[in-house]
């Protein structure tokens, strides 16, 4: 089955703990991205890849680190996670970049 | 800052009708527009994309584009309870990103 996957669905974490969200696709798009999702912000872009060894920052990428060491996994990586990261995390993934882009399920947490 | 605004709802109409979302997006250069479903704590899913002027439909679903006007709609014929989730209007600005908008709730009433 073509998708998306992300893991953890959930996590409560404590403040300063790095943590990694991994992000996997299995339709070889050349495309990923973070997003978070926040109430009555919307859906913003955190960064994006458009290759492999290939990223870039989006609207919102303080505090976020990414690596697209191949083709098919994009993780996410908050060095030092602080309260204002909990948020609703969405990876995404397309062919290519004028392409239509397929969610993973999504990843909550929650930053003590 | 490149925008698509969307009316953030609530929407409600009533089921059998006709349900319609509307946002308008300030990247004249855009060229490509999705309309994405999701339900609350779920992801989008992509229900429609249109790319030329006119309508384009699909279903129960038509999408609508006006380039002049910079403006993209969705009509929903027929609303179903199951419909009710928030709809997020996404155009592809000039520099090859997606501009999201932040939504339009749609709650259809039995």
């Known amino acids: 089955e073509a998708q998306v996957t992300q893991n953890p669905r959930y996590l409560i974490t404590v403040t300063g703990k790095k943590l990694t969200v991994t992000c996997s696709q299995n339709?070889?798009?050349?495309?990923m991205s973070w997003y978070r999702q926040d109430p009555g912000l919307g859906l913003r872009q955190i960064y994006y890849?458009?290759?492999?060894?290939?990223?870039d920052k989006g609207d919102v990428p303080e505090g976020y680190k990414v690596s697209r060491k191949e083709k098919r996994n994009f993780p996410l990586i908050l060095e030092s996670p602080s309260p204002n990261q909990t948020s609703l995390y969405f990876c995404?993934?397309?062919?290519?970049?004028?392409?239509?882009?397929?969610f993973g399920p999504g990843t909550r947490l929650t930053v003590l | 800052q490149k925008e698509v605004e969307q009316n953030s709802g609530p929407l409600s109409v009533p089921e059998g009708a006709i349900a319609s979302l509307n946002c308008t997006y300030s990247?004249?250069?855009?060229?490509?527009f999705f309309w994405y479903r999701q339900y609350s704590g779920k992801s989008p899913e992509l229900i429609m994309s249109?790319?030329?002027?006119g309508d384009k439909e699909d279903g129960r679903f038509t999408a609508q584009l006006n380039k002049a006007s910079q403006y993209v709609s969705l009509l929903i014929r027929d609303s179903q309870p199951s419909d009710s989730a928030t709809y997020l209007c996404?155009?592809?600005?000039?520099?090859?990103?997606?501009?999201f908008g932040k939504g339009t709730k749609l709650s259809v009433k039995p």
């Open positions: 249109i790319y030329s002027n």
């Open positions: 996404v155009s592809r600005g000039s520099q090859g990103n997606l501009i």
């Open positions: 890849s458009m290759n492999v060894e290939v990223t």
């Open positions: 995404a993934s397309s062919f290519r970049t004028s392409d239509e882009q397929f």
């Open positions: 339709m070889n798009h050349e495309y």
């Open positions: 990247d004249r250069g855009s060229q490509s």
